[in-house]
């Protein structure tokens, strides 16, 4: 995202992005550097479920097919520890039922960052 400049866009949507990308941090970063001063950041984002459900167990069984099928997504991934650490001033995040969004990934993680 180079060619974007520094604090140039008001608001960033991320929507089921960040379980596909190599680097998430550095997906991060480029938010943060891409916002203006006082631009938000919104996210809904599937998360692993909490380990001792079953779904938890079906997301380790399922995630190669799942990756493979689902274009890299990675259905393990703790997303919102990266997003509580990547936010100085996290506002709202924690594991949510997205399983209308997403059917079969579980749980989710969802809010906003400024």
Not at 46 to 67: A, G, I, K, R
Not at 79 to 84: I, N, Q, Y
Not at 95 to 105: I, L, N, T, Y
Request: proline fraction near 4%; hydrophobic fraction near 40%.
């Amino acid at each position: 995202m180079e060619e974007v400049d520094d604090e140039s866009v008001d608001v960033v949507v991320c929507t089921l992005v960040l379980c596909s990308v190599a680097n998430m941090r550095r997906v991060l970063q480029e938010v943060r550097r891409i916002l203006k001063t006082g631009g938000a950041s919104y996210f809904l984002e599937h998360v692993v479920s909490d380990p001792s459900s079953c779904t938890y167990f079906l997301q380790h069984v399922f995630e190669p097919l799942w990756y493979y099928l689902g274009d890299g997504c990675m259905v393990t991934r703790a997303t919102w520890k990266d997003l509580e650490q990547g936010w100085a001033n996290f506002l709202t995040c924690g594991p949510h039922s997205v399983q209308k969004c997403d059917r079969g990934a579980g749980p989710g993680a969802f809010g906003h960052a400024m």
